[in-house]
């Protein structure tokens, strides 16, 4: 066959049945969880928000619920001094400063939340006292204990 | 044309069912492009969609000032040319659902092997050639619209279409010589 020419020609074609329907379909599907993704982001963008507010908080640009405290133990000559407590779960012993001016052994301690707290001086290693606090009890050992409420 | 133009303005405001009039309407020339070019029906229709799913995300930043096929095209070549650099799909043989889902009018005396030199033929030429006459030969787009798309000259684009018909008809002649 002599095809002497090929600017007449047409090309069709065959388009699948229904393809605007699916195409319409995938548009609203993909409209819905773009939306979806970007409340979805909102929404995230409002929990970061929240947790920096929080740490910030927490963490002492603002204030928080802690309080911090002096312990007073009058000094008599001894070596040194320790304070421990309920406030840090008896844990840890503190080194009280001799304070030579006023001649007392004092120690600044930070306590986290409100109630009330037990706490004792340690004097020597030896010596387990309440020493003046105002409010005391003693210990299983005998040993008295101070009580503070804030 | 005016029926475009109100489903454009209904379509921008996010009117479902006049952009689905707008797909109606260039349904067959923009699954035309994308099938030619692509040569797979699945994936030409995954194209498709995403085209759509474009040009309906993007319908507010369309100039109505310029011919929404030219725009639509840009569009769609853009989405194309994307696929096939993502996927390097684009099968280099001539499959048999794509020779069959091809129709030629306006030329009875074609066989099924004519079809398939001509689809050869086109398929040999240089990509901004081959994306002009499937153009022509789809009858998706007017000499103007052509014109506008390429930035030639109404006359520049008519001079190389006909160059590039003769070079297809050469082509096919060689191909009957061969057979």
């Known amino acids: 066959m002599k095809k002497d020419n090929t600017g007449d020609i047409r090309l069709t074609v065959l ?41 910030t908080v927490w963490f002492g640009v603002l204030p928080h619920n802690s309080t911090k405290i002096v312990l007073i133990y009058a000094f008599h000559g001894e070596k040194k001094v320790e304070v421990a407590g309920s406030f840090n779960g008896w844990d840890e012993r503190i080194a009280m400063k001799h304070d030579v001016k006023n001649d007392v052994w004092s120690a600044e301690i930070t306590v986290e939340g409100k109630g009330v707290f037990e706490y004792q001086f340690i004097v020597d290693d030896v010596i387990y006292t309440a020493g003046q606090a105002e409010y005391k009890v003693k210990d299983e050992q005998g040993n008295e204990v101070g009580i503070m409420s804030l | 044309m005016d029926d475009e133009k109100y489903y454009l303005t209904l379509a921008k405001q996010g009117d479902y069912q006049a952009f689905e009039r707008i797909v109606k309407i260039y349904r067959d020339r923009i699954y035309g492009i994308v099938f030619l070019n692509l040569r797979n029906r699945e994936d030409t229709e995954d194209v498709f969609q995403d085209i759509f ?71 040999s030429l240089p990509d901004d050639e081959r994306q002009l006459i499937i153009l022509r030969y789809m009858e998706a787009a007017g000499i103007d619209e052509i014109a506008e798309i390429t930035g030639l000259s109404e006359s520049n684009v008519k001079v190389k279409l006909h160059r590039i018909r003769k070079r297809i008809f050469e082509m096919m002649e060689g191909h009957d010589e061969k057979g």
């Not at chain 2, 306006?106 to 001509?118: C, H, N, S, V």
């Open chain 2, 53 to 123: 799913y474009k040009v309906f995300m993007n319908l507010k930043s369309y100039d109505s000032e310029r011919k929404f096929f030219t725009w639509l095209y840009t569009i769609t070549l853009n989405t194309v040319y994307t696929f096939i650099r993502k996927r390097k799909r684009r099968s280099v043989e001539i499959a048999v659902e794509f020779i069959d889902d091809i129709q030629v009018e306006g030329r009875e005396d074609f066989t099924r092997e004519d079809k398939m030199a001509l689809l050869q033929a086109m398929e």
């Open chain 1, 15 to 55: 388009v699948p049945e229904g393809i605007e329907q699916r195409t319409m379909d995938v548009i609203r599907k993909r409209v819905a969880a773009r939306i979806l993704l970007r409340n979805m982001m909102r929404y995230a963008a409002g929990a970061v928000m929240a947790l920096a507010v929080t740490f």
